[in-house]
């Protein structure tokens, strides 16, 4: 890893190929609803940043694989933190779908 490549932050395309690859992984888009369904990527379970803020709005094991993305990886670097805090050990930020070039549902 390079000096820089921390700069380009995560790869959606990678997490989502981990994400597929993991039994029993969650995929978590922490979008509003309104973005969620003006585009997501297919499997993915809508779960707010405001809705994780507010309690825990999921029923999964704290060891549960989340792979967590947004639009632009800034939600979900927050909500990879927030669901550390919350006790989840294995939460990871893949990113945001606005670099993501795979299939999309609406």
Do not use: W
Request: aromatic share 8%.
């Amino acid at each position: 890893m390079g000096f820089f490549d921390f700069l380009q932050g995560a790869d959606i395309q990678q997490g989502v190929r981990e994400y597929g690859e993991t039994p029993g992984a969650l995929l978590l888009d922490v979008r509003t609803p309104q973005e969620y369904r003006e585009g997501h990527i297919p499997g993915s379970k809508n779960v707010p940043l405001q809705s994780l803020s507010s309690g825990d709005p999921m029923k999964a094991g704290k060891d549960t694989p989340l792979f967590v993305y947004c639009h632009s990886g800034a939600r979900s670097r927050q909500a990879a933190a927030l669901l550390a805090q919350m006790g989840y050990t294995n939460a990871k930020n893949i990113g945001g779908i606005a670099a993501y070039r795979g299939k999309v549902e609406h």
